[in-house]
RNA sequence: UCCGCGGUAGCUCAAUGGCAGAGCACGUGACUGUUAAUCACGGGGUUGUAGGUUCGAGCCCUACCCGCGGAGCCA
């Protein structure tokens, strides 16, 4: 048996006797040659089976395999210009592992509904696998970026014991004696006591919403990271948001450019995400959509239409700052030059992709935010670790959140949430 | 929760109230350069469910089920 190597090391191999592993992608035939598809989760590559190379025997058995049958194939790697990987194997040998039922999933097109009920055979494609990549390269984007500036990973709990933004979307157990939990819709309460403790820290994991929304945009489970630095302002806040931005869209477009184009992605809209991102404030977002004649009251919360007029204004993402305090969360602290704005930030995605990061600075003043909560309802005793945060060596600080889905969705130009994440959890959709 | 669209072969879809169809997939055969290969032949159906109108319903009516898209809410 020659040596094994996986398709995207080809490259290294030309010329050279080696075993590819994998699954059969799709079978040609044209009598006297055959042409074996092999997917391997690097790549694809051609295998040309020649019945007078091979004898009757292995040309026989390479035409028994159905499709996804899994096997092994051994030959000499070629350069070759028609084939979309650059390489393809002259076979002498084929070997069988297991052949394959009737595969549902034929390299044709079919509906949604169907592609979701097998979602764990819908991965195997190679547009799915793309994507699956390119999100790979955005967490591990992510994850270089803040280890590479002296932030520290902290895993926030995923069972809490109340809402940080009240109690209608969240999924509610039973928490043995002692009462109801709750799974977790942000990760920040505890980014905020991080940074107290380590000074710069980021929250990465799995949150929850309740909502039974229902669009190209939402899924139940989803992924966030959540940086939380102590001493940053807004403005800190803003600047440490877009370079990180510009290192994800960066990332991406450096490793992962092959899948990219086979999304048939338009990366000119990628390369135009460059420091500085354009920052408006939330009345020069009501002004923008006036000019366009949307309608809009000052004081509401901008839905996804308005959020599509005013990133349709720019060729990168945009900024939105200071929005109504009344429609923002009890924690964000509020402008010192108006107290009816709140110091927030969105960051509206390209294209119609809508919000991908919302932040804010904190309210770091015990007693203005223990009159928050009782504002917004909210029990005191459940937040008096929180408060504690402002009683002992209370600091100005800030942070974000980012939908990892949401920001796979822009980057791949995706129509649906629901191709991001290898199993999505919808209000309807709970299986496989 | 509300609004709109849809449900016909394994899949994607056609069918003026009048014989249930095509492409793909699958099976058999042909083909030494195919790229979602091509060509020939073949097997494949309780038209989402229940009722109603009609000489006759995939098509019209009522109810329900399921799916999709959008709104609100949000990342």
């Given at each position: 048996?020659?040596?094994?190597?996986?398709?995207?090391?080809?490259?290294?191999?030309?010329?050279?006797?080696?075993?590819?592993?994998?699954?059969?992608?799709?079978?040609?035939?044209?009598?006297?040659?055959?042409?074996?598809?092999?997917?391997?989760?690097?790549?694809?590559?051609?295998?040309?089976?020649?019945?007078?190379?091979?004898?009757?025997?292995?040309?026989?058995?390479?035409?028994?395999?159905?499709?996804?049958?899994?096997?092994?194939?051994?030959?000499?790697?070629?350069?070759?210009?028609?084939?979309?990987?650059?390489?393809?194997?002259?076979?002498?040998?084929?070997?069988?592992?297991?052949?394959?039922k009737?595969?549902?999933?034929?390299?044709?097109e079919h509906?949604?509904?169907?592609?979701?009920?097998?979602?764990?055979?819908?991965?195997?494609?190679?547009?799915?696998?793309?994507?699956?990549?390119?999100?790979?390269?955005?967490i591990?984007?992510?994850?270089?970026?803040?280890?590479?500036?002296?932030?520290?990973?902290l895993?926030?709990?995923?069972?809490?014991?109340?809402?940080?933004?009240?109690?209608?979307?969240?999924?509610?157990?039973?928490?043995?004696?002692?009462?109801?939990?709750?799974?977790?819709?942000?990760?920040?309460?505890y980014?905020?006591?991080?940074?107290?403790?380590?000074?710069?820290?980021?929250?990465?994991?799995?949150?929850?919403?309740?909502?039974?929304?229902?669009?190209?945009?939402?899924?139940?489970?989803?992924?966030?990271?959540?940086?939380?630095?102590?001493?940053?302002?807004?403005?800190?806040?803003?600047?440490?948001?877009?370079?990180?931005?510009?290192?994800?869209?960066?990332?991406?477009?450096?490793?992962?450019?092959?899948?990219?184009?086979?999304?048939?992605?338009?990366?000119?809209?990628?390369?135009?995400?460059?420091?500085?991102?354009?920052?408006?404030?939330?009345?020069?977002?009501?002004?923008?959509?006036?000019?366009?004649?949307?309608?809009?009251?000052?004081?509401?919360?901008?839905?996804?239409?308005?959020?599509?007029?005013?990133?349709?204004?720019?060729?990168?993402?945009?900024?939105?700052?200071?929005?109504?305090?009344?429609?923002?969360?009890?924690?964000?602290?509020?402008?010192?030059?108006?107290?009816?704005?709140?110091?927030?930030?969105?960051?509206?995605?390209?294209?119609?992709?809508?919000?991908?990061?919302?932040?804010s600075?904190?309210?770091d003043?015990?007693?203005?935010?223990?009159?928050?909560?009782?504002?917004?309802?909210?029990?005191?005793?459940a937040?008096?670790?929180?408060?504690?945060?402002?009683?002992?060596?209370?600091?100005?600080?800030?942070?974000?959140?980012?939908g990892?889905?949401?920001?796979?969705?822009?980057?791949?130009?995706?129509?649906?949430?629901?191709?991001?994440?290898?199993?999505?959890?919808?209000?309807?959709?709970?299986?496989?």
């Amino acid at each position: 048996m020659a040596t094994k190597v996986y398709i995207e090391d080809l490259s290294k191999h030309a010329g050279g006797s080696v075993t590819l592993q994998g699954w059969l992608y799709n079978l040609r035939s044209s009598g006297k040659i055959k042409f074996l598809l092999l997917r391997d989760g690097t790549g694809i590559c051609q295998g040309v089976v020649v019945k007078s190379v091979v004898g009757d025997e292995i040309f026989n058995r390479a035409g028994e395999m159905t499709q996804e049958s899994s096997f092994k194939m051994s030959g000499t790697i070629r350069a070759e210009q028609r084939a979309p990987g650059g390489y393809e194997m002259d076979v002498t040998n084929v070997e069988i592992i297991s052949i394959a039922k009737e595969y549902p999933i034929t390299p044709k097109e079919h509906g949604v509904e169907f592609l979701a009920d097998r979602r764990h055979l819908w991965l195997r494609s190679s547009r799915q696998h793309a994507i699956m990549r390119i999100r790979h390269e955005i967490i591990r984007s992510i994850r270089e970026f803040f280890d590479g500036r002296g932030f520290t990973l902290l895993d926030a709990p995923i069972f809490t014991p109340a809402a940080c933004e009240g109690t209608s979307t969240l999924f509610e157990t039973e928490y043995f004696d002692l009462g109801k939990a709750y799974l977790t819709q942000s990760g920040q309460l505890y980014g905020e006591a991080g940074a107290m403790a380590l000074g710069k820290v980021y929250v990465f994991g799995p949150t929850f919403r309740a909502e039974k929304s229902k669009t190209r945009r939402h899924l139940t489970e989803f992924w966030m990271v959540e940086p939380e630095v102590a001493f940053n302002d807004l403005n800190d806040n803003m600047d440490l948001a877009e370079e990180f931005l510009e290192h994800i869209v960066t990332s991406v477009l450096k490793n992962r450019m092959q899948e990219l184009n086979a999304l048939e992605r338009n990366v000119k809209v990628l390369e135009a995400v460059k420091r500085p991102l354009p920052r408006i404030s939330y009345d020069q977002a009501v002004e923008i959509l006036h000019k366009n004649g949307v309608e809009f009251e000052w004081g509401n919360d901008l839905g996804a239409p308005d959020e599509t007029v005013i990133s349709q204004q720019f060729d990168r993402p945009v900024m939105v700052h200071r929005y109504p305090s009344a429609i923002k969360a009890f924690y964000m602290k509020r402008d010192p030059n108006n107290d009816k704005l709140a110091l927030a930030v969105d960051v509206l995605a390209p294209e119609g992709y809508g919000e991908i990061i919302g932040g804010s600075q904190r309210e770091d003043d015990y007693d203005v935010l223990l009159e928050r909560l009782k504002e917004h309802n909210l029990p005191q005793e459940a937040f008096d670790w929180y408060l504690d945060l402002r009683r002992f060596g209370s600091v100005p600080h800030s942070g974000f959140g980012m939908g990892i889905e949401r920001t796979v969705s822009w980057i791949c130009g995706l129509e649906h949430i629901r191709e991001t994440i290898p199993f999505p959890r919808m209000i309807y959709r709970l299986t496989p």
